[in-house]
Structures are given as C-alpha cells and as structure tokens.
C-alpha cells in the first residue's frame, strides 16, 4: 500500500533562520505528484509546492524549495528565512498518476512553530 | 480565477439532528470534488470524492452521506448525527485531468453535542 509518513510530529525555527521538514512516502509506481500543503490556525489547507516525479528539478516556490530525491523516495521541504506566518502545520502528499487508485495520500503532518 | 465556497463556518448540532454541509466551486468546469474530516490535531481522512454529477464515491462506512446535484455543487450530510461526527470538514476540487493538486475551502468546524 502506498504511505506517506512525516517522521517529525513537531518542528521549531528562528524567525529568519532555515528549516527542513522530512517526508518519505512508500510506492512501487513510478509516475507520481508529490505536494506540500501548509495550514494555519485559519485551518484552510494551501497549497505551498509541487513536484512531478518524472522532473528531476527540484520545485521552488520563493522561500520554499525540495529536495526530491526520487530513489530513496523521499520529498523534504526546506524554508529559507522564516517568518511568523510560516507557523502552521505542514502536510507532505502523494498522488499516484496511474492506476485505479488515484486519491492524494496526506502525511499526518509537521507542526512548525517559529520563535521570534 | 477559481474560487470555492463552504458554509456554514461553524456548527453545532446536537446528537441525533440532521445535517447539511454544503459546498460551491466557482470558475471551473466538471472539476472532481472532494470532502475530508480532520479531527483536532490529526492529519485528513477523505470521506467522499466525485468525478461528476450523480457520481459519488465513499472511502470510508459511516451514515454520512454525499450528493453532487449540480456540477459544482458538492453536499455532505446526514440523517442522524453521533458524537464521533465532530471534527473539521474541508471540501476540496481538483481540475478532471492534468494538473491534480486540490484546492480546499474554509473548511466546517461541526461540533456535535
């Protein structure tokens, strides 16, 4: 079955310092979406980045970046020069691209605080 | 631009009463539809997608239910409500093809008492 685990429950950063945030994910398909969705207190879910598994360019999204590397299936953001409003969980996902099971896969997510 | 609605915002309904919780996606067509619960402090469990109207799929047993009477109208409900019903809801779209991240909306927070 396909997993995504988030190894870090709860994460801590310096207001403009740097953090990464693990995911690794389990599947045997080789095309594949990989997401990493923010939540703030509001609770709205969005959208932070992308990566298309068949791309071997990280995605970058202004202060947001990966690291995807695909053979040891693993999918870290990192963000550069935190901000307060950076404070919320953080949910890596998995969307297989083929197949009959096509439902994005949520990680149980990283709470990232930032300490001023 | 694409935009998508929830409402109500917050609810609080004793246990046993009905339920309606509805959802609106505005500036796309025939998109896939989606609804999730989130216990507090818990990642998302998908409850109901949809690939069209009248077309609706359950991942999880429970007396919920979803309806998509319109194509961009997405409704979760139910005839009796329990305890374990709490949680926050959050509808979600998808384009039908290509790109296939979600969108969410505001998101229910549905207190059942």
């Known amino acids: 079955a396909q997993t995504v685990t988030q190894s870090q429950p709860e994460m801590s950063v310096q207001e403009a310092e740097t953090v990464t945030l693990s995911c690794t994910y389990d599947?045997?398909?080789?095309?594949?979406?990989l997401f990493w969705y923010k939540q703030p207190p509001s609770r709205q879910m969005i959208l932070v980045i992308r990566q298309e598994a068949y791309k071997q360019q990280n995605a970058t999204e202004n202060r947001f970046s990966v690291n995807f590397q695909k053979a040891a299936k693993s999918f870290s953001l990192k963000i550069s020069d935190s901000q307060l409003g950076d404070a919320a969980m953080y949910f890596c996902?998995?969307?297989?691209?083929?197949?009959?099971?096509?439902?994005?896969?949520w990680g149980l997510g990283t709470s990232l605080a930032v300490n001023p | 631009s694409q935009t998508i609605h929830q409402w109500p915002a917050t609810l609080v309904q004793p246990v046993g009463s009905p339920l309606s919780l509805e959802c609106t996606v505005e500036?796309?067509?025939?998109?896939?539809l989606y609804w999730y619960r989130q216990a507090a402090g818990r990642g998302l469990q998908l409850l109901f997608y949809s690939v069209g109207i009248g077309q609706i799929s359950s991942e999880v047993p429970q007396n919920l239910s979803a309806s998509r009477p319109q194509d961009r109208q997405f409704i979760l409900s139910s005839k009796k409500l329990l305890l374990s019903d709490s949680g926050f809801y959050l509808c979600a779209w998808s384009r039908g093809t290509g790109a296939y991240e979600q969108y969410f909306g505001p998101g229910t927070r549905l207190t059942v008492t």
């Open positions: 500036g796309t067509s025939n998109p896939n």
């Open positions: 599947t045997s398909e080789s095309d594949y979406y």
């Open positions: 996902a998995y969307y297989p691209n083929a197949g009959n099971n096509r439902k994005l896969i």
